[in-house]
Protein backbone atom coordinates (compact mmCIF):
# COMPACT_ATOMS: atom_id res chain seq x y z
CA UNK A 1 0.00 0.00 0.00
CA UNK A 2 2.84 2.63 0.87
CA UNK A 3 6.28 1.54 -0.06
CA UNK A 4 9.14 3.33 1.09
CA UNK A 5 12.71 3.38 -0.54
CA UNK A 6 15.60 4.41 0.96
CA UNK A 7 18.75 6.04 -0.18
CA UNK A 8 22.20 7.51 0.88
CA UNK A 9 24.05 5.32 3.39
CA UNK A 10 27.30 4.15 3.07
CA UNK A 11 31.15 4.15 4.48
CA UNK A 12 32.32 7.12 5.45
CA UNK A 13 35.25 8.31 7.94
CA UNK A 14 34.29 10.07 11.49
CA UNK A 15 33.45 13.74 11.63
CA UNK A 16 32.39 13.03 8.16
CA UNK A 17 28.91 13.54 6.63
CA UNK A 18 26.02 11.81 4.96
CA UNK A 19 22.45 12.00 3.67
CA UNK A 20 19.56 9.52 4.02
CA UNK A 21 16.74 9.58 2.36
CA UNK A 22 13.02 7.87 1.88
CA UNK A 23 10.86 8.52 -0.35
CA UNK A 24 7.31 7.17 0.11
CA UNK A 25 5.02 6.22 -2.82
CA UNK A 26 1.72 4.29 -3.70
CA UNK A 27 -0.86 5.15 -1.02
CA UNK A 28 0.71 8.22 0.84
CA UNK A 29 -2.95 9.61 1.82
CA UNK A 30 -2.94 10.58 5.24
CA UNK A 31 0.96 10.59 6.27
CA UNK A 32 1.66 11.83 9.29
CA UNK A 33 4.71 11.29 10.86
CA UNK A 34 7.98 10.07 9.14
CA UNK A 35 11.50 9.06 11.18
CA UNK A 36 14.64 7.00 11.16
CA UNK A 37 15.31 4.24 13.46
CA UNK A 38 19.24 2.34 13.78
CA UNK A 39 19.71 -0.84 14.75
CA UNK A 40 22.81 -2.88 15.44
CA UNK A 41 23.75 -6.35 16.27
CA UNK A 42 22.51 -7.05 20.05
CA UNK A 43 20.77 -3.75 20.47
CA UNK A 44 16.82 -3.01 19.77
CA UNK A 45 16.18 -1.18 17.06
CA UNK A 46 15.60 2.87 18.63
CA UNK A 47 14.41 6.17 17.94
CA UNK A 48 16.79 8.63 16.01
CA UNK A 49 14.89 11.40 14.74
CA UNK A 50 10.87 11.56 13.86
CA UNK A 51 9.18 14.90 12.36
CA UNK A 52 5.31 15.22 12.28
CA UNK A 53 3.34 16.61 9.52
CA UNK A 54 3.04 20.07 11.38
CA UNK A 55 7.41 20.04 11.48
CA UNK A 56 7.70 19.16 15.01
CA UNK A 57 10.97 17.37 15.44
CA UNK A 58 12.08 14.94 18.33
CA UNK A 59 15.91 13.54 18.42
CA UNK A 60 17.41 11.40 20.84
CA UNK A 61 19.92 12.99 23.14
CA UNK A 62 23.12 10.65 21.14
CA UNK A 63 22.43 12.64 17.72
CA UNK A 64 21.37 16.11 19.04
CA UNK A 65 23.27 19.04 17.44
CA UNK A 66 24.55 16.83 14.74
CA UNK A 67 21.80 15.00 12.90
CA UNK A 68 18.52 17.15 11.09
CA UNK A 69 15.88 15.48 10.25
CA UNK A 70 13.22 17.34 7.58
CA UNK A 71 10.48 16.24 5.22
CA UNK A 72 9.06 17.65 1.50
CA UNK A 73 5.74 17.10 1.94
CA UNK A 74 5.24 17.92 -2.13
CA UNK A 75 7.22 14.54 -2.58
CA UNK A 76 6.54 13.01 0.00
CA UNK A 77 10.21 12.20 1.21
CA UNK A 78 11.85 12.97 4.54
CA UNK A 79 15.95 13.09 4.74
CA UNK A 80 18.40 12.82 7.61
CA UNK A 81 21.63 14.83 7.44
CA UNK A 82 23.85 13.85 9.44
CA UNK A 83 27.18 15.44 10.42
CA UNK A 84 29.85 15.13 12.84
CA UNK A 85 29.68 11.33 12.30
CA UNK A 86 30.82 8.92 15.16
CA UNK A 87 31.81 5.46 15.00
CA UNK A 88 29.01 4.75 17.25
CA UNK A 89 26.78 5.93 14.58
CA UNK A 90 27.28 2.60 12.73
CA UNK A 91 24.34 0.58 12.47
CA UNK A 92 21.15 -0.05 9.47
CA UNK A 93 19.09 2.95 9.72
CA UNK A 94 15.32 1.85 8.99
CA UNK A 95 12.80 5.16 7.63
CA UNK A 96 9.72 4.59 9.46
CA UNK A 97 5.87 5.64 8.08
CA UNK A 98 3.11 6.47 9.86
CA UNK A 99 0.26 6.71 8.12
CA UNK A 100 -3.43 7.72 9.42
CA UNK A 101 -6.23 7.03 7.26
CA UNK A 102 -9.10 4.43 7.91
CA UNK A 103 -6.72 3.44 10.58
CA UNK A 104 -3.13 3.90 11.71
CA UNK A 105 -0.86 1.89 9.84
CA UNK A 106 3.38 1.43 10.13
CA UNK A 107 5.22 1.38 7.40
CA UNK A 108 9.20 0.55 7.50
CA UNK A 109 11.87 0.99 4.51
CA UNK A 110 14.47 -1.93 3.88
CA UNK A 111 17.09 -0.08 5.67
CA UNK A 112 20.09 1.25 4.75
CA UNK A 113 23.73 0.74 5.98
CA UNK A 114 25.52 3.40 7.73
CA UNK A 115 28.94 2.76 8.68
CA UNK A 116 31.70 5.23 10.33
CA UNK A 117 35.58 4.49 10.50
CA UNK A 118 37.15 5.63 13.00
Known amino acids: QVQLVESGGGLVQAGGSLRLSCAAS????????MGWYRQTPGKQRELVAAITSGGSTNYADSVKGRFTISRDNAKNTVYLQMNSLKPEDTAVYYC????????????WGQGTQVTVSS
Open 96 to 107: NVRKRFTRVDDY
Open 26 to 33: GSVFGISS
